[in-house]
């Protein structure tokens, strides 16, 4: 019993930052349509943000870690908005395949631009947080950096669900993934609205990015390619562009990920989690939460 | 209010609207009617800033609006409740009403909007916390008029408000625009293919015939004019 807690404990910690990641897929695509395929990059950056910045701020501090998580997510938000600016929206018009290649082509930049600037070979993850590890009664054991993530992951998802259901900006948001047209009319302006989802979304991938770096603490410009594909697996699983959704699949992606993990088939965990996801997918395919939309006449 | 000289629209090779004028007087309400694919929809998205227009000019309380972006015009006064409705079908009654204030932050005269919206259609009261998208077409159309009221308009352009509405209703949602067009004041150009109907609240009207306005006289003789008469009317 307390093994299988244990790993469930280590698996919603994996899962959680899947989670933070697949939001920002979701997001996107919720007012574009179209996968970001540079997001998993902005995942990376916001590491190696939270690596230089933490050179100049007293390691092993709770003021500290914040101050490295803010700053990680502020420039990853600016990134993502920047990315928005000048390689998707120009082609805005234009057939989805043609931002689809552009977003790929964004995200082989980026992690040559990762390659040439904090080169190649991984650098060692400073411990941002003082490091403990706590015992529960029953032999339950979870360290600091793992708790980090629950307290981190919840506080950014509960917010984020309050700026997307109660905020004007976040009604904004579903009015324009809804209908862009229908939003222009009552005079939202479509670009500060997409720049802002790009910002959040973003500014989450960073936040996944310093977690995942913390628990894992080997960062290269190439670490976001499989935790991004998994969180965008995730977002798909949980119906894409349905924010709870995105949360709900990354968080399962990772419990799957960890049992298999510690099975006797951890040789295969990737192709096992992936059939499963497969099997899911079939038999609800518009993900566990996504719906087909209706509109009446 | 509202003046558009010789507007061109095309859509790649196919040219929808060949040069059309029209006048909205302050306070007026004026209609447009024609047939399926005349090109009504497409004059009042040319005019709300949806479509580029090839050439022509939308003059708007005396400036040029044309080719400027949909979400500036509404800074300017102007609503467009768009041919079919288009509310935001995931979001509640409520927020669709928010939405329609979204350039506003006067808190008092936003609720002051929404009660006046909420005394036009009460149902839309009623159904406050419900979303959009579980809402009856008529009750989906009340609420995309509604919507449009709460940016507080000075100019108002309906695109088929009748449209895939029972009868009985259709009669009450055109009380209701002449309510609103007497109550606030707010001038209207409503398009309409129930000709019937749109002449007989309307004070002046435009037939328009494959992007050409083909005749244009006070709604009260347009009702008399044969070729009206037996071309959208139902009957010689
Ligand atoms: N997006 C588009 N692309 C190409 N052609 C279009 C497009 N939208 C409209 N058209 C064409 O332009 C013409 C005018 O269409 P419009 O929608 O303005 O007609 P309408 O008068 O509103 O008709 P209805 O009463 O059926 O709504 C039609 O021939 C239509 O096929
Ligand atoms: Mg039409």
Redesign the interface.
Known sequence: MTEFLQQLINGLSLGAIYALIALGYTMVYGVLRFINFAHSDVFMVGAFAGYYISKRIPRESLGGGLLVLAGAMLICAILGIVIERLAYRPLRSRSKLNVLITAIGVSLLLENAGQFFFGANPKVFPALFPVKTFTFGNGLVMSSNQMAVFIVAIILLVSLQFIVRKTKIGTAMRAVSFNPTAASLVGINNDVVISFTFGLGSALAAAGGILYALNYPSIDPLMGILPGLKAFVAAVLGGIGNIPGAALGGLLLGIIETFVNGSRFSTYTDAIAFAILILILLFRPAGLLGKLQVEKV | MLEIKNLKVNYGAITALQGISLEVKQGDIVTLIGANGAGKTTTLRAI???LKLQSGEVLYQGRNIANM???QI??LGM??V?E?R??????TVL?NL???A??RKDKKGIQQEMDYVFSVFPRLKERQKQVA?T???GE?QMLAIG??L??KPKFLMLDEPSL?IAPLLVKTIFEKIVEINKQQGISILLVEQNANLALEISRYGYVLETGRIILQDQSAALRQNPQVKSAYLGGG
């Open positions: 709300s800033g949806l972006p949909a979400h509404v800074k609503s467009h768009p079919g288009m509310v935001f079908a995931n979001l927020e928010q939405m329609g979204y350039l998208g809402l009856s077409g989906q919507r449009a709460m940016s895939g």
